[in-house]
């Protein structure tokens, strides 16, 4: 008898997690209110392209396509090989690209040259906090060049206590998901003031140049 797609997906991801811990970041995938929470920000994307990072089974990329990105809008980055093949055939026109998210410029360079500054979204699954700052700021520093002004970046953490801060960003919220096991905080940022770069928000006067 064949096993259902969660339950299958579950014992998989527990595999996995138990194989390289510090990289999966977690026992169990996303559940769907998890899902549904980082998704949100894919709806601010005003049709921009999404970019996700570590969609692991797939629970958040089901969510950032039910809330309305259409497929060949997504990019995701995921690092453990063997889940590339089953998100290709769960998610056609999604593009997944195997690689490490910490060479996320190099591997959109190579995939979708024409969407340098153009990401409206950015969903990580990444365990972030398992990384050095250093490597989490040369991320930051080449998302950055990936994303509109507009954009945001959404992160999730096993960490409750509000909020873990991370060098480059601003948060614009944060809140705790409590049906995820275990309990998980979304927070969203916007990119803060980085030399040599003009930010702008909705409403705000374009910079002169
Ligand atoms: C917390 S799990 C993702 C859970 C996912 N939302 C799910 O429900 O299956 C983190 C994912 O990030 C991936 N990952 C970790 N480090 C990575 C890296 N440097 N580059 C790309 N993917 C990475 C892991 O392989 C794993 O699939």
Redesign the pocket.
Known sequence: MSRSAPLR?SLK?LR?ALRKPR????VL??SRAL?RAMAEAATRAQGRPVLE????????TAAILKAGVVPRSLVA????EE?LPELGRRFPGVQFIG????KVGGLLQQAVPAWRGQFGAVIS???LLNFPASLRDQLLEQLAEWMHPDATIVQFSYSLRRSQSFRGLEEVSSKVVWLNVPPARVSEFTLGRRPGSHPRRNGDTPPKH
């Open positions: 997906d991801f996995l990289e999966i970041g977690a995938p996303s899902g990072l570590g969609p692991g089974t797939g629970a958040v980055v995921e690092r453990t889940l690689g490490d998210a910490f699954s990444l365990p």
